[in-house]
């Protein structure tokens, strides 16, 4: 009898044992979800042009295109070479525009040196 009992209590033993870790080994996943949401929450500079409709934004770097989540904020910008401090949601092609600066440099920058000139 006492057999039988020892044996069970080792069974459960080791059930409960394989339980928490299970347990353990599926919150280290969403933790890594969580460092990855964290990671699209930094706001990155880009340099880039924004569509002429506001809705789009095209990095310089790769010539990537991206949906702009606020067109709002870019808005009175559209078809500029600007650089933006966004948060980017590479998963999604998506960037949520922080703020904005025109890009220096440009070829807007360039003509109108170019008409000064004249």
Request: proline letters at 2%.
């Amino acid at each position: 009898m006492k057999r039988v009992f020892c044996r069970l209590m080792v069974m459960c033993l080791v059930a409960v044992s394989m339980a928490a870790v299970a347990q353990s080994g599926g919150s280290m996943g969403q933790n890594d979800n969580m460092k990855q949401d964290k990671m699209s929450d930094k706001a990155v500079s880009v340099t880039g042009k924004i569509s002429d409709d506001g809705k789009m934004f095209t990095s310089d770097k790769d010539n990537k295109s991206w949906t702009i989540t606020n067109p709002d904020a870019v808005k009175g910008h559209e078809g500029h070479h600007v650089t933006l401090k966004a948060h980017v949601y590479p998963d999604k092609n998506e960037v949520h525009v922080m703020s904005l600066k025109m890009a220096k440099g440009g070829m807007n920058d360039n003509m109108k040196n170019d008409q000064m000139q004249h």
